[in-house]
């Protein structure tokens, strides 16, 4: 799965740090997540969508290994 | 998401005093034969059966409790240190959690199956002493290393 987090983070001039406050997660987390080792739970996925203002769907795409 | 299964993160501290003190007088008198006279009591169980001759389901024995006492704190203080919350613990910490629990039970269970195979007669009792710690010690080694090589990850990405 793809994701858009960091890009969305630059775009709202975020530090990872800034971003695990709002998210009320680790900046661990977040860090994972840019790098794709870490897919997040449903709960966090509509936290970050709200921070970022933007759909679920937008933040994160399925990759073709997904649908296998 | 709330962890309700966990204990408060000011345990852990508290934790690996009692994990540790413990772990030292418990494994030094296995070296030294060392048994404190005033801890050589009678008291109740269960189960008795002395292989000589006093056999009872349910009574007194006297025993040195000096290492029933260790067992039980290092036991106490091994599942605070385990299971108390880490500072953030967030979802991600959780799937580390379960990672290194897993991990930890496959790696004990493969230790006691060699044992089991390679190992017999009174040598095999140290086996079933040891293995009654060695998850919960398998689980704090390896969900620290896997908390340590996430911190350095984090770092190296500033």
């Known amino acids: ?68 | 998401m709330q962890e309700n299964y966990l204990l408060p993160a000011s345990f852990k501290k508290w934790g690996w005093s009692i994990f540790v003190s413990s772990a030292i007088l418990g494994i030094f008198p296995l070296f030294y034969n060392w048994e404190p006279a005033f801890l050589e009591l009678d008291v109740p169980a269960i189960f008795i059966d002395d292989l000589i001759e006093n056999k009872a389901i349910i009574g007194m024995t006297n025993n040195n409790i000096l290492n029933e006492i260790c067992a039980v704190l290092v036991i106490i203080g091994g599942l605070m240190v385990a299971f108390s919350k880490e500072k953030y613990e967030d979802e991600f910490i959780a799937s580390i959690r379960l990672k290194s629990l897993v991990w930890s039970t496959y790696l004990n269970y493969g230790i006691l199956l060699l044992a089991l195979i390679l190992v017999y007669d009174f040598s095999f009792m140290w086996v079933l002493i040891f293995n009654m710690f060695t998850i919960l010690l398998f689980f704090i080694i390896l969900f620290h290393w896997n908390l340590v090589k996430l911190k350095k990850s984090v770092d190296y990405a500033e």
């Open chain 1, 1 to 68: 799965m793809r994701n858009s987090i960091k890009v969305e983070r630059a775009k709202k001039n975020l530090t990872q740090a800034q971003l695990a406050d709002l998210a009320l997660v680790s900046r661990q987390t977040i860090n994972a997540m840019e790098l794709g080792k870490y897919v997040p739970s449903t709960v966090l996925s509509l936290r970050l969508s709200k921070i970022f203002e933007t759909s679920v769907n937008e933040l994160f795409q399925l990759e073709e290994e997904d649908s296998k």
